[in-house]
């Protein structure tokens, strides 16, 4: 986990200090209520994803900004906002304060949702304040998370397709007693999927581009870990937290 702020710069500090300091053009969000009638009118940016912790820090789920925001309204959550291997915590008001700085000095690190009123940063990670359950350390077998560890690609000719054009094959045919299990699923386009039929590839002459293997960790973050965007997730994605045991 990366350490407590230590405040560097004059920007920082602006940024850090936050609480009592608003610029005088800038609508103060007099409560939750408030904000939450202002959530109504939020236009974009809402499709970002943001990395949900438990009150311990540790990794649970991702979700979208839309419904972080219903959390953060809520006060069941908070922001947790990394600088420089640093993080701090934020209750909504506060962040949305703050977005006015951030608005005017980091434009492009964020994502941006408009109210009427004003901006507010998507932030990249939330902390569910009053949520003691740990992570699930077993990854789900489902089409979503089997097509995010294949990365949308076809396993047999190697291209990536729309989640819609794909189909899961049974690498081992059902009518082969071949099991549901991460190692005998894969993506397949439909084309070569129907070419397939019901063979082992072996039979069809036809070779998977990688061997299937249960994943580690959740692959929707795995995927998010390489973007730029999602950096800041890094920090809190201790490998420990997904592949020890817990008794
Ligand atoms: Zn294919």
Redesign the pocket.
């Known amino acids: 986990m990366p350490r407590r702020p230590k405040n560097t710069s004059r920007r920082s500090k602006a940024l850090r200090s936050g609480r009592g300091q608003r610029a005088e053009s800038f609508p103060t969000p007099q409560s939750s209520t408030a904000l939450a009638l202002e959530y109504n009118q939020l236009l974009s940016g809402l499709d970002a994803k943001v990395l949900v912790l438990n009150k311990f820090y540790m990794a649970v789920r991702v979700i979208t900004a839309r419904r972080a925001f219903i959390l953060l309204t809520r006060e069941t959550a908070e922001v947790i906002h990394t600088d420089d291997g640093s993080y701090a915590n934020y209750d909504f008001s506060t962040w949305a304060e703050l977005s006015e700085l951030r608005k005017e000095f980091e434009p492009d690190d964020h994502d941006w949702v408009k109210t009427v009123r004003f901006d507010i940063a998507v932030p990249r990670i939330i902390r569910l304040v009053g949520y003691d359950k740990l992570p699930q350390q077993r990854v789900k077998l489902n089409r979503r998370n089997l097509f995010a560890r294949d990365h949308n690609r076809?396993q047999?000719?190697?291209?990536h397709f729309h989640t819609s054009e794909l189909s899961i094959d049974h690498v081992k045919p059902r009518t082969q007693n071949g099991p549901d299990t991460w190692e005998n699923l894969v993506c397949?386009?439909t084309?070569?999927n129907s070419r397939k039929g019901g063979r082992t590839p072996q039979q069809a002459h036809m070779k998977l581009i990688k061997e299937p293997i249960r994943p580690k960790r959740n692959p929707l973050i795995s995927m998010r870990l390489n973007s730029e965007r999602y950096a800041s997730w890094k920090a809190f994605l201790d490998e420990a937290y997904w592949s020890v045991e817990l008794k």
Do not use: E, L
């Open positions: 076809c047999y000719c190697g291209k397949a386009c084309s070569c």
